[in-house]
């Protein structure tokens, strides 16, 4: 009887800390309009950052493809757009 006691004891303290912590989500949490203004005021919602994402990522793999394919120290590069003399590793004029 002593272990039934104690068992249920136990279920109704984590129950009633689920419920609590439950709650607190629930408060906590944004509902629909709110939501939908913190997702506009997040960054990359607007055209013009994405695009400027998209050809930051572009750049980065070009230069890592570039990076794969030679056997020039592309770290060394001062001119990361302009592929081969830029940099030390490279050939000078």
């Known amino acids: 009887m002593q272990s ?3 068992m249920l004891m ?9 419920g609590v912590g ?3 989500l ?3 949490t944004p509902r629909g309009q709110r939501k939908q203004e913190m997702l506009k005021e997040m960054p990359l919602q607007d055209p013009l950052s994405r695009d ?5 990522t572009q750049l980065v793999m ?3 493809k570039e990076a794969a394919t ?6 060394w590069r001062k001119n990361w757009i302009v592929g081969g003399e830029g940099g030390k590793g490279g050939k000078s004029a």
């Open 4 to 6: 039934l006691r104690k």
């Open 52 to 56: 400027e994402m998209a050809r930051t």
């Open 62 to 64: 070009d230069v890592l």
């Open 22 to 24: 439950y709650a607190l």
């Open 26 to 28: 629930v408060i906590v």
């Open 70 to 75: 030679t056997q020039e120290n592309v770290a």
């Open 10 to 18: 136990t279920v109704a303290v984590l129950g009633a800390g689920a």
